[in-house]
């Protein structure tokens, strides 16, 4: 019985230590998630840009918008295209900025949260996250979280474990004391 309360416990380490790890990994997934959100609002940035001055070029003047719905409104589906092509590079600056200031603005607790509000699906995906432990306060507050995550896990499952055995138990010596025992001379 020593051996298996030894594993139990052991066990119960084991599943604490590896939750706090996998919670100490969301601060360096979302730093390495602004890295990738910072390049991508850069390059939308850069095409706006070069969108501003093609519009401010013309006779008269155009801002972005006026560009851009000309392109739209413009019979041509060429033209029409173009339009939804630089409606869509407008679009990605204003969420990239959007995000990019929600994400390095707000505390330690809120980032999962704003992280998953704001994060875009293609640059989650374009993230190639290299697990690493974190030496800030924030990546031990998260692995803290994660031990006392984990203690919850292994005290529902203990709980959950015990009620099944117990019940298990007690079936068998109800099992046990309706059979006849005959003893043979």
Same mark, same amino acid.
């Given at each position: 019985?020593?051996?298996?309360?030894?594993?139990?416990?052991?066990?119960? =380490?084991?599943?604490?230590?590896?939750?706090?790890?996998?919670?100490?990994?969301? !601060?360096?997934?979302?730093?390495?998630?602004?890295?990738?959100?910072?390049?991508?609002?850069?390059?939308?940035?850069?095409?706006?840009?070069?969108?501003?001055?093609?519009?401010?070029?013309? *006779? !008269? !003047?155009?801002?972005?918008?006026?560009?851009?719905?000309?392109?739209?409104?413009?019979?041509?589906?060429?033209?029409?295209?173009?339009?939804?092509?630089?409606?869509?590079?407008?679009? =990605?600056?204003?969420?990239?900025?959007?995000?990019?200031?929600?994400?390095?603005?707000?505390?330690?607790?809120?980032? !999962?949260?704003?992280?998953? =509000?704001?994060?875009?699906?293609?640059?989650?995906?374009?993230?190639?996250?290299?697990?690493?432990?974190?030496?800030?306060?924030?990546?031990?507050?998260?692995?803290?979280?994660?031990?006392?995550?984990?203690?919850?896990?292994?005290?529902?499952? =203990?709980? *959950?474990?015990?009620? *099944?055995?117990?019940?298990?138990? *007690?079936?068998?010596?109800?099992?046990?004391?309706?059979?006849?025992?005959?003893?043979?001379?």
């Amino acid at each position: 019985m020593l051996i298996i309360k030894s594993i139990g416990e052991f066990t119960d =380490r084991i599943v604490c230590i590896a939750v706090a790890i996998f919670f100490a990994q969301a !601060p360096l997934y979302i730093e390495q998630y602004i890295h990738v959100l910072t390049g991508a609002k850069t390059e939308a940035r850069i095409a706006y840009e070069d969108l501003e001055k093609r519009a401010a070029s013309l *006779i !008269p !003047p155009l801002s972005v918008e006026e560009f851009i719905r000309h392109h739209l409104e413009n019979e041509d589906k060429v033209f029409q295209e173009s339009g939804k092509h630089h409606q869509g590079t407008l679009n =990605r600056l204003k969420n990239y900025t959007t995000a990019f200031e929600k994400l390095t603005t707000c505390t330690a607790w809120e980032k !999962p949260f704003v992280f998953f =509000r704001y994060a875009d699906p293609a640059l989650r995906e374009a993230l190639e996250f290299k697990p690493g432990f974190p030496f800030s306060r924030e990546g031990a507050a998260y692995a803290l979280a994660g031990a006392f995550v984990g203690l919850l896990i292994v005290s529902a499952l =203990r709980h *959950i474990l015990g009620k *099944i055995f117990q019940k298990r138990n *007690i079936q068998e010596v109800e099992t046990q004391e309706k059979s006849p025992i005959t003893e043979t001379k």
